[in-house]
């Protein structure tokens, strides 16, 4: 019984640290950074895509005369560098678009 105790209060432990660090107010990987309630997020190729700590998933589609299609959470839109568009509970700006690279800004609404 007490090596079942010490599994449990170990695996309690565990995903009390997990939701610890998910608890404060900065996340970053090799494709996107996030604060408390927005992300810089960069996707290279058609097809990239992240799962956003702050919402959902946003993946790309292609990149043709100088829009991006971009998907999140299911929703499709497009936006050229400097244009905002909103999808999926987020503010989105393209800050910088090229023939395969997007980087964005998103913003919970």
Do not use: H, Q, W, Y
């Amino acid at each position: 019984m007490t090596t079942s105790r010490n599994a449990l209060a170990g695996a309690v432990l565990a995903g009390g640290l997990g939701l610890l660090s998910l608890a404060g107010c900065s996340f970053s990987s090799d494709n996107f950074s996030c604060d408390t309630n927005s992300c810089t997020v960069t996707l290279s190729g058609d097809g990239a895509e992240v799962d956003l700590p702050i919402g959902p998933t946003i993946s790309l589609g292609s990149v043709e005369n100088g829009r991006a299609s971009i998907s999140v959470g299911g929703a499709s839109v497009s936006c050229a560098e400097g244009e905002s568009v909103s999808a999926g509970g987020l503010e989105l700006e393209c800050t910088k678009v090229s023939d395969d690279e997007v980087e964005l800004s998103a913003t919970l609404n």
